[in-house]
T-cell receptor
Framework: GAGVSQSPSNKVTEKGKDVELRCDPI?????LYWYRQRLGQGLEFLIY????????KSGLPSDRFSAERTGESVSTLTIQRTQQEDSAVYLC???????????????????FGPGTRLTVL | RKEVEQDPGPFNVPEGATVAFNCTYS??????FFWYRQDCRKEPKLLMS???SGNEDGRFTAQLNRASQYISLLIRDSKLSDSATYLC???????????FGAGTRLFVKA
């Protein structure tokens, strides 16, 4: 079946403009993650969605960043008033959430999209 | 201190060599551990989970040391195709937030 898709694949914008990035998860995956990866660095967790639960927004770096998800489908990550420091690859991943028993939760593999390469001039 | 730390490398090894990567994590309550592989300009993909008893998948062996809070990945008989960045991943207790290390770059040369 189809994997995770993201659009656009590349985005060049001017400082101060708003951008919107889109992620289409694998059908049936209820969990969705956004990460940021700066050049030569690791993945930085941004936000996590699970079904209809309140998202975990603990990784969003500032109030210029926001994300939405409609049900268990498409998600959009919006960056307002972009800054040069926002330049990075933005990766989306989806998974089945695993099961939670008390404080222990299992983990299912995260499948990543190809990312959106954002360049802020 | 970062939650997950890895030696960035790069590790340059000849084909057939054995190479080991270590990763340390700061949260003693971390529950689950993984190694992902990321090829240049590609998305990460799961390489293997890391179990408390250690586990092996072909040429790859993963170990977990909870007392010292580190995990390791051993690659035997390195192939050119093993050249990639290897990401250590830790899942926090409760919830589903996952923390990725910055990765260790491996170059395998003929």
């Amino acid at each position: 079946g189809a994997g995770v898709s993201q659009s656009p694949s590349n985005k060049v914008t001017e400082k101060g403009k708003d951008v919107e990035l889109r992620c289409d998860p694998i059908s049936g995956h209820t969990a969705l993650y956004w990460y940021r990866q700066r050049l030569g660095q690791g993945l930085e967790f941004l936000i996590y969605f699970q079904g209809n639960s309140a998202p975990d927004k603990s990784g969003l770096p500032s109030d210029r960043f926001s994300a939405e998800r409609t049900g268990e489908s498409v998600s959009t990550l919006t960056i307002q008033r972009t800054q040069q420091e926002d330049s990075a690859v933005y990766l989306c991943a989806s998974s089945n959430p695993g099961e939670t028993s008390g404080s222990v939760s299992s983990y299912n593999e995260q499948f990543f999209g190809p990312g959106t390469r954002l360049t802020v001039l | 201190r970062k939650e997950v730390e890895q030696d960035p490398g790069p590790f340059n090894v000849p084909e057939g060599a054995t190479v080991a990567f270590n990763c340390t994590y700061s949260n003693s309550a971390s529950q689950s551990f993984f190694w992902y592989r990321q090829d240049c300009r590609k998305e990460p993909k799961l390489l293997m989970s890391v179990y408390s008893s250690g586990n092996e998948d072909g040429r790859f062996t993963a170990q977990l040391n909870r007392a010292s809070q580190y995990i390791s990945l051993l690659i035997r008989d390195s192939k050119l195709s093993d050249s990639a960045t290897y990401l250590c991943v830790v899942k926090t207790s409760g919830g589903f937030k996952t923390i990725f290390g910055a990765g260790t770059r491996l170059f395998v040369k003929a």
